[in-house]
């Protein structure tokens, strides 16, 4: 999971593209970078750390130019620790192209000797968006042929692109003196909008709320295997370019990952969560009468809008219990137990006054590891809770995520291979409630006719794209995150960044 977004504009667009990732900074907060275009040159600067960290006003300076793109990064695959895979990625050839994606490719070992042995193309990190960037390249340079670049001849390239790569992507890249592509993969598992402001600017983005908090309106979802190019005078081409796209998106997005003011594919990611509550209200009933139950407590913050719904519907008061530290990272996605344990207590303080006496409902958007729930209703009881029933409003999670979430390791799944009861007994709390995957869906599919399905594979071990065994992901748990953290490496093959 990342934040992606690119811009045709009249105007500079450093501040803007900032100003975006700041919006997408909860889709990834690994490394973030920019890079404009400005003639025919290319300005970039990325590193790892948030934007606010990444960007100072010496690099602001340097990223001249009228359209660009910038990523926020959450790794999946590769190596955490090195800037190196930081995005955008560069290749010189055909024109000078630059690329970021959201997403994870399935069949990237595959595509490497592909492209080392067929296209003889050089791949310089694990990344597999580098791949992809290459896929892209080579593609485009079949269809030019050494001919001036039209947007027929982008569309085919997108179209060759699809038959060769597997797994779920939303594209962004910038074509040197020519304009912006943007694709999404042929089931749309990965989200990608198009909008344009006032004075005929154009911008690309993963969530609605980027468009709308740079001043852009949302004009459309971008479709699954449609494919866009914006030119540099900001003229917006469009076409279809797979052979039987289908709308599934990760229905994971709607459950946790999405900022609640988003709207995805025309669902309004807080009215899924409304939805995720009231039916997450009828699987409490069935387990726990409301009268044993004295307040509802949200675990902040994805978990607010269901429960506050539940609460409602349950005529149960609704508080909060618990305040959160903004600061510290997403803990599900820190290596490391010891660290992911650690890191709970520091991001979450309880309101001791909430608990003290009282039979509480904890109520959050997904259990994955169980770390920090087990942590959580350790807090609660600590605080002087008589009980503590803990309700999840995603069902378990029993399977590995191999479309850019970061749950690939069954056995770092608390609810794989485990019955409910055997969960609750591990996370110590009094009763757990689970949403069921097939009211999960209806909650969320109810918001929208367009869609085929969702991919809910971490849910129901249904992989949407058809082509993933277990010795798919064996190998795509080789590729996880990782590595030592080491000096800088003088021998990138990359864009550098400004000197300092």
Do not use: W
């Not at 990834?28 to 750390?49: L, N, P, S, Y």
């Not at 917006?236 to 370019?241: E, L």
Request: some cysteine; charged content about 20%.
């Amino acid at each position: 999971m990342c934040g992606i977004v690119g811009v045709v504009s009249n105007a500079p667009v450093n501040q803007l593209i900032y100003d975006a990732l700041l919006l997408l900074q909860h889709r990834g907060q690994d490394a973030a970078g920019i890079v404009t275009q400005q003639e025919r040159k290319f300005f970039m600067h990325k590193a790892k750390g948030m934007v606010k960290d990444v960007f100072r006003t010496r690099n602001m300076r340097s990223l001249l130019g009228n359209c660009g793109l910038g990523q926020v990064r959450y790794p999946t695959a590769g190596n955490a620790f090195s800037e190196e895979e930081a995005q955008p990625f560069y290749v010189n050839a055909p024109f000078g192209i630059v690329l970021v994606h959201n997403g994870n490719l399935t069949n990237a070992h595959a595509l490497k000797a592909e492209l080392f042995n067929t296209d003889h193309r050089h791949i310089n990190t694990e990344s597999d968006s580098e791949v992809l960037l290459n896929v892209l390249a080579h593609e485009i340079e079949k269809t030019t042929r050494g001919l001036p670049l039209q947007p027929m001849d982008i569309f085919a390239a997108v179209r060759n692109v699809h038959k060769r790569i597997k797994g779920s992507y939303a594209v962004i890249a910038l074509i040197a003196g020519h304009g912006v592509l943007a694709f999404r993969d042929p089931y749309g598992i990965r989200p990608l909008c198009i909008g344009k402001n006032g004075d005929g600017n154009v911008m690309v983005a993963s969530e609605s709320v980027t468009l709308e908090g740079t001043g852009f309106q949302l004009d459309r979802n971008i479709e699954p295997g449609e494919a866009v190019f914006i030119d540099l005078d900001g003229k917006v081409h469009a076409q279809q370019c797979a052979e039987a796209p289908a709308l599934t998106p990760c229905i994971f997005e709607f459950v946790y990952l999405a900022r609640p003011d988003s709207v995805m594919d025309g669902i309004s990611v807080y009215q899924a969560r409304l939805n995720l509550g009231e039916t997450l209200a009828k699987r409490v009933i069935s387990t726990v009468p409301p009268s044993e139950i004295d307040v509802v407590i949200p675990i902040p913050e994805s978990s607010r809008p269901s429960a506050a719904q539940l609460a409602q519907l349950l005529g149960l008061p609704y508080r909060e219990g618990f305040v959160k530290n903004r600061y510290v990272g997403r803990t599900f996605i820190m290596p490391g137990q010891g660290v992911r344990k650690k890191s709970v207590r520091q991001k979450l303080n309880v309101i001791a006054s909430e608990f003290k006496g009282r039979n509480v409902l904890l109520v959050d958007d997904s259990i994955v590891r169980g770390t920090t729930s087990k942590e959580i209703v350790q807090m609660a009881r600590d605080a002087g809770a008589r009980k503590v029933y803990l309700a999840s409003a995603a069902p378990p999670v029993r399977f590995p995520n191999v479309y850019g979430i970061d749950m690939p390791t069954s056995s770092e799944l608390v609810a794989h291979n485990r019955t409910v009861e055997q969960v609750r007994e591990i996370i110590g709390c009094d009763a757990l409630i689970y949403q069921d995957v097939d009211g999960m869906k209806k909650a969320i599919g109810s918001l929208s006719n367009k869609l085929a399905g969702f991919d809910a594979s971490c849910f129901d071990g249904i992989y949407v794209t058809g082509d993933i065994s277990s010795d798919d992901i064996e190998r795509l748990n080789e590729k996880r995150v990782g590595g030592e953290e080491s000096q800088d490496d003088t021998s990138r093959l990359a864009l550098p960044n400004p000197a300092d």
